[in-house]
């Protein structure tokens, strides 16, 4: 049986009030092995994997969801060489600034659970038509 990894972590919600520390959950599923979850408040986000994994050295993703390091210098512990992870919508941005160290060992147990390069062979294919059906 594969397990499920998740860990518990403070990030700061950096927003027009300034930094603000909040809760939030990183979660990862074996039989979703492309996709990493956060929630915060009630609210998850999808993000591939692989795209926080190039965050880590450098700006990753395209999309509505980007994550690079964070190279604000400020006097914030843990802010100053932190991961941002951005959410961008159409007239709206958000963004997360977790702790390095946090993501990198998350991202660790991840690649513990499901080697990279080997996420096909861990989808299940049933339960995610069976996702899909129920989401239309």
């Known amino acids: 049986?594969?397990?499920?990894?998740?860990?518990?972590?403070?990030?700061?919600?950096?927003g027009s009030s300034g930094h603000v520390p909040h809760t939030l959950d990183?979660?990862?599923?074996?039989?979703?092995p492309f996709t990493?979850?956060?929630?915060?408040?009630?609210?998850?986000?999808?993000?591939d994997r692989e795209t926080v994994a190039r965050g880590l050295?450098?700006?990753a993703g395209d999309g509505a969801i980007r994550v690079a390091p964070y190279a604000h210098v400020?006097?914030?512990?843990?802010?100053?060489?932190?991961?941002?992870?951005d959410f961008l919508k159409p007239g709206?941005?958000?963004?997360?600034?977790?702790?390095?160290?946090d993501?990198?060992?998350?991202?660790?147990?991840?690649?513990e659970a499901v080697r990279a390069g080997t996420e096909s062979a861990h989808l299940d294919i049933d339960a995610t038509i069976a996702r899909l059906r129920d989401a239309a």
């Open 1 to 14: 049986m594969r397990q499920h990894v998740t860990h518990t972590v403070i990030a700061l919600f950096a």
């Open 74 to 85: 400020c006097r914030r512990p843990g802010l100053s060489g932190g991961i941002a992870v």
């Open 103 to 111: 993501l990198c060992e998350f991202l660790s147990a991840t690649y």
């Open 92 to 101: 709206e941005f958000g963004r997360l600034v977790l702790n390095r160290t």
């Open 57 to 59: 050295t450098g700006p």
């Open 36 to 47: 990493v979850r956060i929630r915060i408040e009630g609210v998850v986000w999808d993000i």
């Open 26 to 32: 990183l979660s990862y599923d074996p039989a979703d």
